[in-house]
Each structure stands twice: as structure tokens, then as C-alpha cells.
């Protein structure tokens, strides 16, 4: 993704407070990142969004940005904020978070709750961290692209903790933990890792123990399969594809329009429909990189959000 700033007004804004308290279960909500607003949006679920039919401003469920967050002033959000880039709920302990990175080098986990931010860092605007996953044990995992790294941060130890363990993985972009593996799965340009986590919370350690060449190069996003446990899905430059960490085997995701296979940003399935949510860029002005589009399969479906510039979208509820 280019660094440039980018400006817009969404008016999708209007309807909800910057960091307002979660006042609510959405349920499997759609939550998207919006860099014209460089906020998170957390937006009905899809069969409304499809079939809305009223006015462009569709209604906003919960919103946070770090602009506006007094507690990351330390941070600059006004520069390390730039093109947010990932957004992910978690739950633990009853508790949910919602955990975002922006190329400008912020990455943080979120209470959503208050809006506040339970850890946060800047890693660097060289960097570009791309995704975020939070541990069982609290910790924090960044992959950064520019950086060729993933790091595991001791964020149980604080809320500004910087202390890390780092393996390099070039155009490092996805990172997910798997419970049912017990590992930290990155994903690269060309590589799949599994890492195992080890040391202690406050000084924890990364080693690879098992790298999967990709069926494509060009990994982008890496997600789990709701419906599937011990599955992830793995979008490449070229196609969408199905990991099974069992037999360590690829499978191909078809869609009627093979197009809509490529260059995706980000994927996800819904529990109990199985529907998937996709990403993709339209490489149209103001922004190459993003859409104002959600797209759905199975059923198929789209949802054009005027003003937006999506990076990513994702399911939002229950956590996992």
C-alpha cells in the first residue's frame, strides 16, 4: 500500500459517536476500516446492508478511531494513524476487543467497552504492520510488511509494554493463533510459518517450526475457517485458497465470478450461514488500493458504501 494521506468525509459518521461505550451485541455485525475517515465502523449485518434501501447513511452500530482517542496522544495518532489497514474483534474472558494496525505504524488492542486502548505502539511508519492477533495470555503479535518481521509484544505487562520477540518474515501481512494447534500462523509473500510461542509473557520467544511454500505469491490475508477449525483461509495475488493445517494442502475457493478470486484484502465466513464476506480493490481513483465495496458469496451479494475507502471488512461477533 502506497503511504499517502488521504482525506474524505464519509457520511456514514453522522450516525455514531467517535469512541461511544458498546452499549450492545451486534451479533455477526459487518465491521469495516474506512482510511477516508480513518475510523472503524461496525455496521448491520449483511442480508440489511444488501437490502437496504434507504438513504447512503446506513446505520453505524459502533465506531472508534484513534483520533480521537485521548488515552493514544503519546502516540501521534495524527501520523501513526495514517491508512488504517486491519480490524478484528477478540474476545476474552467475556471480555471483547478490537484489535486494528495502520500503515502509519500504530498498532493497538482496544476495549470496547470504553474505547479505550488496553495496549498500544508504534512500530515504526517504515514498517507498514498490516495485521494483529492477541494471545491467550495477552501478549500481542503484529506482522508488518515494509518491516519483513512478526513480533509477539509482551502487552500483558502494560499498556505501553515494548519489550518483543521478533522473526523475520518478508512482506510479513497476515497473523492468526490457532487453539487448536497451539501455534502462531504468519503469513508472508510466498511463505506460510507456523511459529511456536515460548519463553515467558514478559520475555517471550518466536521459533518457526513448520514454513509452507504458497500456492501463489503474493499473501495478503489470513483468517480463520469458522466453520472448519484447524482451516485457514489464504488470499494471494491470484486466488483464494483454503489451508488445512492437518494434511499441511491447499485447496482452491471458486467463485462464480473467477475474477472476484483475486487480489483480495481480506475474507472471512460467517458461523452458522457459512456466507463469506470479501474485500477486494477496484484500482480506481482516489485510492488503488481499497473499495467502497462489500462483497458477498454464497449467496452473492454486494453493498456499495458511498465515501468509503475499505481496506478491509470483517465479521464482528462472538469472538474466537
Not at 24 to 31: L, S, T
Not at 41 to 51: C, I, K, P, R, W
Not at 103 to 126: I, Q
Not at 211 to 224: E, I, K
Amino acid at each position: 500500500m502506497p503511504r499517502t494521506t488521504l482525506v474524505g468525509l464519509c457520511a456514514l459518521l453522522l450516525c455514531a459517536p467517535a469512541s461511544a461505550a458498546y452499549a450492545a451485541e451486534p451479533g455477526w455485525a459487518v465491521a469495516v476500516v474506512d482510511q477516508a475517515s480513518r475510523r472503524v465502523l461496525v455496521l448491520q449485518g449483511a442480508d440489511e446492508l444488501v437490502e437496504y434501501a434507504g438513504p447512503d447513511e446506513l446505520p453505524v452500530v459502533w465506531s472508534w478511531s484513534a483520533d480521537r482517542a485521548p488515552d493514544l496522544a503519546d502516540l501521534r495518532p495524527a501520523t501513526t494513524w495514517d491508512l488504517p489497514n486491519e480490524v478484528k474483534s477478540r474476545t476474552r474472558v467475556g471480555q471483547r476487543f478490537l484489535l486494528v494496525t495502520a500503515s502509519g505504524g500504530l498498532a493497538a488492542v482496544v476495549d470496547t467497552t470504553t474505547g479505550a486502548a488496553r495496549w498500544a505502539t508504534d512500530v515504526g511508519e517504515t514498517a507498514n504492520p498490516h495485521s494483529i492477533e492477541l494471545l491467550p495470555d495477552g501478549n500481542v503479535a503484529v506482522a508488518a510488511s515494509e518491516g519483513g518481521w512478526v513480533r509477539l509484544y509482551a502487552a500483558s505487562q502494560g499498556p505501553r509494554a515494548t519489550a518483543y520477540a521478533e522473526y523475520a518474515l518478508p512482506d510479513a501481512h497476515g497473523v492468526e493463533w490457532d487453539r487448536h494447534t497451539g501455534l502462531l500462523w504468519a503469513l508472508g509473500h510466498d511463505t506460510l510459518t507456523a511459529l511456536t510461542v515460548g519463553g515467558t509473557p514478559d520475555a517471550p520467544t518466536l521459533t518457526a517450526v513448520r514454513d509452507v511454500p504458497l500456492p501463489d505469491r503474493g499473501g495478503h490475508d489470513l483468517a480463520p475457517v469458522l466453520a472448519a477449525p484447524g482451516r485457514f483461509w489464504v488470499s494471494t495475488l491470484h486466488g483464494l485458497w483454503e489451508y488445512d493445517t492437518g494434511d499441511g494442502g491447499f485447496t482452491p475457493v471458486r467463485f462464480a465470478d473467477r475474477a472476484a478470486e483475486r487480489d483480495i484484502k481480506s475474507v472471512g465466513d460467517e458461523p452458522g450461514t457459512g456466507r463469506l464476506l470479501t474485500v477486494a480493490p477496484t484500482h480506481t481513483a482516489p485510492c488503488d488500493w481499497c473499495t467502497s465495496v462489500l462483497t458477498l458469496h454464497r449467496p452473492d451479494g454486494t453493498r456499495l458504501l458511498r465515501g468509503t475507502q475499505l481496506y478491509k471488512a470483517r465479521w464482528w461477533g462472538g469472538g474466537w
